[in-house]
């Protein structure tokens, strides 16, 4: 009988080592951001990683200021415990490499975690349109070399990558993405893998659940029955199911 869950995050992430590649789950700040998982992995001290992630500019919720408010002065959310989002890795030097959306926070008067490991020069971010991002992952997914996208020809993010023309227009070549982990996050799941998402993390959630080579969920409950009229991700790409620390994660 198929059981994917798994007692614990630190259980289900204790075969990630330094110097992984890891897509993650979720979309700015709490819907879909697999926070218990990556509370686990900032806990496992690992160093040299590759993160994939649509936004990854922020820090520990509660600790850094990620907007303006009227535009001057940074905007101190108020603390949301237990909220780990994927800038936390970068936050504790964690991190080597960014491939990412959204590297930075909504102040041009302070430095997200990412941007501050720029100018350390310990740090590389590799900036894509978030739909490229999405394709790659797919690509990945399915097995498939590339994508070739008008998005980005003609500009920096072109610059140096193929250029094919498709009815005279220029398209990029994005070669796909093959993390060694997918980290996300889902509303329920059954024992053999199946999930639902709700609300913020029906976003990217699904798309890099199976883009990597091992597919990592937490989630808000584990139940005996999915309904497979509403099962957006199917078992197969799923490898192990955590509950989440936290109740009502998405909303």
Do not use: W
């Not at 097995?143 to 920096?156: C, E, I, S």
């Amino acid at each position: 009988m198929i059981n994917k869950v798994v007692e614990s995050a630190a259980k289900a992430v204790a075969d990630i080592e330094s110097g992984a590649m890891i897509a993650f789950g979720g979309f700015v700040g709490v819907p879909g951001v697999p926070s218990t998982l990556i509370k686990a992995i900032a806990e496992r001290g690992l160093r040299d990683l590759t993160i994939i992630a649509c936004e990854s500019g922020r820090g520990r919720a509660g600790a850094q200021s990620y907007g303006t408010r009227r535009g001057d002065q940074p905007y101190i959310p108020e603390p949301e415990d237990g909220v780990y989002p994927v800038g936390y890795l970068a936050e504790l030097g964690q991190v080597s490499k960014a491939i990412t959306t959204f590297s930075s926070i909504n102040n041009p008067n302070a430095d997200g975690p990412l941007e501050a490991g720029v100018r350390r020069g310990d740090v590389e971010i590799e900036l894509i349109g978030q739909g490229s991002l999405c394709e790659r992952l797919r690509c990945g997914r399915a097995g498939l070399g590339g994508v070739y996208t008008p998005v980005g020809a003609g500009t920096k993010i072109g610059a140096g990558k193929d250029i094919r023309h498709f009815d005279g227009v220029p398209h990029v070549l994005e070669t796909a993405l093959r993390p060694d982990f997918a980290i996300i996050s889902a509303y329920q799941a059954d024992r053999f893998g199946n999930l639902i998402y709700r609300h913020g993390a029906r976003t990217t959630n699904p798309v890099v659940a199976g883009s990597g080579k091992v597919t990592i969920v937490e989630v808000e409950e584990v139940v005996d029955y999915l309904d497979p009229q509403h099962i957006v991700t199917p078992g197969p790409y799923v490898d192990r199911i955590v509950l989440s620390d936290r109740r009502l994660m998405v909303r």
